[in-house]
T-cell receptor, first 112, second 112 residues
Framework: GENVEQHPSTLSVQEGDSAVIKCTYS??????FPWYKQELGKRPQLIID?????GEKKDQRIAVTLNKTAKHFSLHITETQPEDSAVYFC???????????FGKGTRLHILP | DAGVTQSPTHLIKTRGQQVTLRCSPK?????VSWYQQALGQGPQFIFQ???????QRGNFPDRFSGHQFPNYSSELNVNALLLGDSALYLC???????????FGPGTRLTVL
């Protein structure tokens, strides 16, 4: 069935360093790969997304890469700040308004 | 412009009871999706409603049912509640084709 695997489950990095979260997906028909940030007790917030016809996308300190052949995609956060501490979810979907299959999440801790 | 709203915010029920959760989509959106997020997990897709019909369904038992009204608002009903139904229930709305799904704040359901 459709599945998204996400690693690591917990990640601690020093403030100012980079953080990388990796995901794999199983559904070959997936074409849309969003990333969400969820703070404690809050709703998931879309922070960046990438479509299957694009290999890389960047938005300020956040970048995503996609290897459709290997079914891998990753989130890179550079120059991490305390407000980056949260749970991050990768996800895959066939279309932007289609059902979203989420990974289990990565709890990111930014250490002072 | 109001975003996605959900009610109630919190709910406590006992095993075997029935519950109804409500969602009002973002203004202009006509598609509503429901997700269940257990503690420490990623959201799982329950079903999606469009034009008052269930368009897609995830791997949830028939105890989970829904409805969409002509004004595009939606309800999620869960019968014969189990302890394992305790979770944050998220509603997301979108406007096909290809619009981003916007999440509501969720309803925290606790089953005792």
């Amino acid at each position: 069935g459709e599945n998204v695997e996400q690693h690591p489950s917990t990640l601690s990095v020093q403030e100012g360093d980079s953080a990388v979260i990796k995901c794999t997906y199983s559904d070959s028909a997936s074409n849309y790969f969003p990333w969400y940030k969820q703070e404690l007790g809050k709703r998931p917030q879309l922070i960046i997304d990438i479509r299957s016809n694009v290999g890389e996308k960047k938005d300020q300190r956040i970048a995503v890469t996609l290897n459709k052949t290997a079914k891998h995609f990753s989130l890179h956060i550079t120059e991490t700040q305390p407000e980056d501490s949260a749970v991050y979810f990768c996800a895959a979907s066939r279309n932007r308004d289609d059902k979203i299959i989420f990974g289990k999440g990565t709890r990111l801790h930014i250490l002072p | 412009d109001a975003g996605v709203t959900q009610s109630p915010t919190h709910l406590i029920k006992t095993r075997g009871q029935q519950v109804t959760l409500r969602c009002s989509p973002k203004s202009g959106h006509d598609t509503v999706s429901w997700y269940q997020q257990a503690l420490g997990q990623g959201p799982q897709f329950i079903f999606q409603y469009y034009e008052e019909e269930e368009r897609q369904r995830g791997n949830f038992p028939d105890r989970f049912s829904g409805h969409q009204f002509p004004n595009y608002s939606s309800e999620l009903n869960v019968n014969a509640l189990l302890l394992g139904d305790s979770a944050l229930y998220l509603c997301a709305s979108s406007l096909p084709p290809g619009d981003e799904q916007f999440f509501g704040p969720g309803t925290r359901l606790t089953v005792l």
